[in-house]
């Protein structure tokens, strides 16, 4: 059975910071690109970040880039997203997914296409 599973949300006062993990099990994805995307009541599922399978190259959407920084460690086959200077405007479930091509987590025409998908973390970002 694979599936991913992330975690780590939680409610936080803006400002402060939070370190979400997206753990995979059933196969090894040393080898796929991994993103992270949130979804806000109301709103589409939005790109947050992505990165490659070495861990070397790594994207990010306009609204985080600076605050969040996505790692991977491939020999726990996980995939990690540490937030920081949290905004209300990160309020949002937050996502993890793969796939074996980078492209599909960067361009929202490919999102329907994308290999696997997390279940959701709550991000709650307070003023």
């Known amino acids: 059975q694979v599936r991913l599973v992330a975690s780590g949300g939680g409610l936080v006062q803006a400002g402060g910071s939070l370190k979400l993990s997206c753990a995979a099990s059933g196969r090894t994805f040393s080898s796929y690109p991994m993103g992270w995307f949130r979804q806000a009541p109301g709103k589409e599922r939005d790109f947050v970040a992505a990165i490659d399978s070495s861990g070397d190259i790594t994207n990010y959407a306009d609204s985080v880039k600076g605050r969040f920084t996505i790692s991977r460690d491939n020999a726990k086959n996980t995939v990690s997203l540490q937030m920081n200077s949290l905004k209300s405007e990160d309020t949002a479930v937050y996502y993890c997914?793969?796939?074996?091509?980078?492209?599909?987590?960067?361009?929202?025409?490919?999102?329907?296409?994308?290999?696997?998908w997390g279940q959701g973390t709550q991000v709650t970002v307070s003023s």
């Open positions: 997914a793969a796939d074996t091509i980078l492209a599909k987590l960067l361009y929202r025409h490919y999102y329907s296409r994308i290999d696997y």
